[in-house]
């Protein structure tokens, strides 16, 4: 079968095609999976480009759609034929945030999905949402799930709550859909009008281009009469946080997902405490956090926005147009 690896210290110039052997018969509690597609993350980014850490040979990518083709013994969640996505942390089942680093994440601390079967226990797929190609699928395990438990585990979201999500990346604009299909009113910031334009298409009530807006802290206030988001999707990180408190209301909640602009900076302490907002880092969730967020996406409809595909071997090209920032919503890979 077909499978990619990467080249010790990484880089997109050491992924490599090879052709592996084909997985055998699933052990007890083990299914085997048909996988045909996966979708680029951030996290997915770094790893391969080799700014972490990375063991020789590691078959990237965290996130893999497919179908089940065989299953071990004692297997009772699935059937031959269920479609299943892969879960972020295989070893965070259910209950509080059990890990605190990427050291049993697929793709990273052990091989992911870029391959075309793989075996694994069955705790590490959930069901697929009915009706979802396996492309579809691949965008839940760590951007749309990211976005759920930011808004709803985390963030308690309810109907009319005031939702700011920066950017229109893969997690930002799962954050937009999941938010008005909840209910809230949802301001997006982006550095293009284009993109903007597009957000508006999806149901975003209002737009600021963090470019031209250096204070867009400021002007999400001004638009909410003074009182600022509910919860602020952040994927910023330091260069963003001081104006995503200053957009926060009073006992709002930040969820602090990316670091997109750095590893560290200076956080404006007196005006978070003065306005007690909750600050809570987070990386992805549990095995159930997904179940819950496949459940809800089969009761609205939500569909991802896929902005390109591209094919298994051309893996390297994806991340290169990721890296240009182009896009809109999710990069995917399908086979
Ligand atoms: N903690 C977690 O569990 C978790 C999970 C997934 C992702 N992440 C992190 O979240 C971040 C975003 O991930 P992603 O997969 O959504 O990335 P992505 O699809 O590559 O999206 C990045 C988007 O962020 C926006 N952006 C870049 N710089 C910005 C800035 N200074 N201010 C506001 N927006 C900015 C850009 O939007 P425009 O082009 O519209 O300007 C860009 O398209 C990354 O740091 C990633 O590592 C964390």
Known sequence: MQSLILRKPGGLDRLERIDAPEPGAPGAGEIRVR????????????????????????????????????????????AVGDAVVSCFFPG????????????????DGVDGYAREAVITPATWFTKAPRGYSHEEAATLTTAGLTAWRALVVDGGLKAGDVVL???????????????????????????????????????????????????????????????????????????????????????????????????????????????????QGLIVGSRTHQQDLVRAIEATQTRPVIDRTFELPALADAFRYQESGEHFGKICVAW
């Open 92 to 107: 965070w089942q259910d209950g509080p945030p059990a890990v605190g680093d990427f050291r049993t994440v697929p793709g």
């Open 165 to 279: 999500a920066l950017g229109t990346g893969g997690v930002s604009i799962f954050a937009l859909q999941y938010a008005k299909a909840m209910g809230a009113t949802v301001i997006v910031t982006s550095s293009s009008d284009e993109k903007l334009e597009r957000a508006k298409t999806l149901g975003a009530d209002h737009v600021i281009n963090y470019r031209r807006e250096e204070d867009w802290g400021r002007k999400v206030r001004d638009w909410t009469g003074g009182q600022g988001a509910d919860q602020v999707i952040e994927v910023g990180g330091p260069a963003t946080l001081p104006q995503s408190i200053a957009a926060c209301r009073i006992g709002g909640h930040i969820a602090l997902i990316g670091v997109l602009t750095g590893l560290g900076g200076e956080i404006p302490t007196a005006l978070l405490m003065a306005r007690q907002i909750r600050l």
């Open 35 to 78: 996988l045909h597609a996966t979708s680029l993350n951030f996290h997915d980014y770094v790893v391969v480009t080799g700014k972490s850490p990375v063991d020789d040979q590691r078959i990237p990518m965290a996130d893999g759609a497919g179908v089940v083709e065989a299953v071990g013994a004692g297997v009772t969640e699935f």
